[in-house]
């Protein structure tokens, strides 16, 4: 029993050590991300936290699986333990995400598709500890409980993966974002369709012109968040094929280029960019990131198995006064 202590306490000091490690790399290891500056060093909590809800809410549906299939009281405190500690981790993916987005695209709320399922996510769930609470008989409350939990759990993939990808997202451009990746732009026509949206950005193509050996666009950006309009000047040298100037969103640190142009029908194929590298093409990064990760998985199983104990001395006291209320 001693040598178990000994290694416990020795976990929890290398776990402290090792977290105080990944927060002093994330300011002082790794470099400024291209374009985003200061900015891009949040992915290192904000992605691990996010990865972790996962792997929390799905332990929390295994135990209540567990529990319904062999009614212990263990496995209910293991369910509830699980969704409780995956319910702090996924309020701070929502938390460093939101002010993520403050920074790169000027609102900290946008109603995106990615927030949006995330916020459901967490209503599912705070349904969940709702329900527990509102019912009184034990049992009733761990079957009923288990049974939502596994429904909860069920839509917990389409929240975070599928939901998100049904539609355009300039909160989370992936396209741009992810190196290697190119996003699809839109044509927009000088005497045609003008109007058109990379996302939620609202592009209004105002003018096509020639100017040598470069074709300049006038276009008019709606950004979420900013009430004013911007006119941008992305231009697309004509020799080459490529985009040239391109100007950066307002509030926002993406770039808008015109990827193609059709001079003679007044036609613009104007797109998204990242404004450098992918942020895991460092190698410091990749490595500060990858800690990062079991760092976040290391911390959810202590809180875990801490508030898991708690639990279940909590059901044993509760069943030793029972027990001494009962009549001789």
């Known amino acids: 029993m001693g040598a178990g ?7 929890k000091l290398l776990l402290g050590v090792w977290m105080a490690g990944i927060v002093v790399a994330m300011f002082l290891v790794i470099p400024p991300y291209v374009g985003l500056g200061d900015a891009g060093r949040i992915i290192v909590m904000h992605v691990p936290t996010a990865w972790v809800t996962t792997v929390a809410f799905a332990l929390s549906a295994f135990y209540s699986a567990r529990y319904l299939w062999k009614r212990r009281a263990a496995d209910d405190s293991g369910a509830v333990a699980a969704a409780e500690v995956g319910f702090l981790f996924c ?9 993520f987005a403050n920074i790169v695209w000027g609102t900290f ?5 990615r927030e949006t399922s995330i ?24 079957r009923l409980s288990a049974a939502y939990n596994l429904f909860a759990a069920v839509t917990m993939p389409f929240l975070l993966f599928v939901a998100p990808r049904l539609a355009d997202s300039t909160l989370h451009p992936n396209c741009a974002f992810i190196q290697g990746s190119t996003c699809d732009g839109v044509w927009l026509e000088t005497k045609g369709v003008r109007i058109g949206q990379l996302g939620d950005v609202v592009l209004a193509l105002q003018g096509l012109e020639q100017r040598g050996d470069v074709a300049v666009a006038y276009v008019e950006v709606r950004t979420p968040g900013l009430q004013n309009v911007a006119l941008l000047e992305p ?18 640190q993406f770039l808008l280029a015109v990827e193609a142009v059709d001079l003679a029908n007044g036609r613009a194929l104007l797109n998204i960019e990242a404004p450098g590298t ?19 998985l290391g911390l959810f199983i202590w809180l875990y198995r801490l508030r898991a104990d708690v639990l279940v001395l909590q059901e044993r006291l509760a069943r030793r006064e029972v027990v001494h209320e009962l009549p001789a």
């Not at 202590?5 to 976990?11: C, E, G, N, P």
């Not at 709320?109 to 598709?113: A, E, Q, S, T, V």
């Not at 231009?235 to 926002?252: C, H, I, N, V």
């Open 91 to 99: 309020a701070l993916a929502t938390i460093t995400g939101a002010l």
């Open 5 to 11: 202590l000994r290694l416990a306490q020795t976990a």
């Open 278 to 296: 992918g942020l895991l093409s460092n190698s410091r990064t990749f490595w500060t990131f990858m800690a990062a990760n079991l760092g976040f």
């Open 119 to 142: 916020l459901v996510l967490l209503l599912i769930y705070a349904a969940y500890f709702a329900l527990r609470s509102a019912l009184d008989d034990v049992e009733r409350r761990r």
């Open 235 to 252: 231009t697309f040298e004509l020799a080459s094929g490529k985009p040239a100037d391109r100007p950066e969103f307002p509030g926002q």
């Open 109 to 113: 709320w946008n109603w995106d598709p």
